[in-house]
């Protein structure tokens, strides 16, 4: 089994910063891609950022050069550096993760629980 826990959601000023991590658990063999996806309400959930094990990265438009994607593959973590922020950034913001697990090996994609992000004027 495997598990994604994100932290560092909250509420900031537009023009402010905030850092979102995400930790996978269980027993992982590799991790293949990390992302963050964003959900307003009443919207549809929207692509924010990806990395992969090797580093690509991918970005939406609406955030390039604001956010910064980042990743530990040792403790598989990944990070959203989230600078510059709008108010239009407001969200909950969901970790995803394709995993290679268990015995024998799979692989599966698993997502968080979401972390708040409220950006005021």
């Known amino acids: 089994q495997v598990q994604l826990v994100e932290s560092g959601g909250g509420l900031v000023q537009a023009g402010g910063s905030l850092r979102l991590s995400c930790v996978a658990s269980g027993s992982i063999f590799s991790i293949n891609i990390m992302g963050w996806y964003r959900q307003a309400p009443g919207e549809e959930r929207e692509l924010v950022a990806t990395i992969t094990h090797s580093g690509a990265t991918n970005y939406a438009d609406s955030v390039k050069g604001r956010f910064t994607v980042s990743k530990d593959n040792a403790k598989n973590t990944v990070h959203l550096q989230m600078d510059s922020l709008k108010p239009e950034d407001t969200a909950v913001y969901y970790c995803?993760?394709?995993?290679?697990?268990?015995?024998?090996?799979?692989?599966?994609?698993?997502w968080g629980q979401g972390t708040q992000v409220t950006v005021s004027d």
């Open positions: 995803e993760a394709q995993v290679i697990w268990g015995y024998p090996l799979k692989t599966s994609d698993y």
